[in-house]
């Protein structure tokens, strides 16, 4: 199988899992530390980004946000963070489970498999 293949696969799986609801990611960008202002006031511009922090380490900026499902993750990704002036890379990885969010604990919400 090639990667494209297994890339096809991962694509299929994830969007799946996350079927329509909504996802919420961390996103790290290396971008050129010269444009760091005019990089992070373009993200801060986006609605569904709530972060936008220069941090020190491997990489330059870290980045929250929420989207309605996982395409409008993938295409703010690939279409709109990725293309801005000034970055030079971006990953993501997709939160699953949230325990404490701005100061607060999160109850996690019991399922019930029998419904």
Do not use: C, W
């Not at 994830?14 to 373009?42: C, H, K, N, W």
């Amino acid at each position: 199988m090639t990667k494209a293949e297994n890339q096809d696969d991962y694509e299929e799986v994830i969007s799946t899992y996350y079927e329509g609801r909504g996802v919420s990611s961390l996103i790290s960008l290396e971008i050129d530390p010269q444009r760091s202002d005019e990089v992070a006031g373009e993200l801060a511009n986006y609605h569904n980004v709530e972060d936008v922090l220069l941090v020190t380490g491997e990489v330059d900026m870290m980045v929250k946000a929420r989207f309605k499902n996982y395409d409008h993750m993938k295409n703010f990704l690939v279409k709109e963070a990725s293309t801005l002036e000034g970055v030079k890379h971006v990953s993501s990885m997709m939160i699953i489970t949230t325990y404490k969010e701005r100061g607060k604990l999160i109850e996690a919400e019991a399922e019930d498999d029998n419904q």
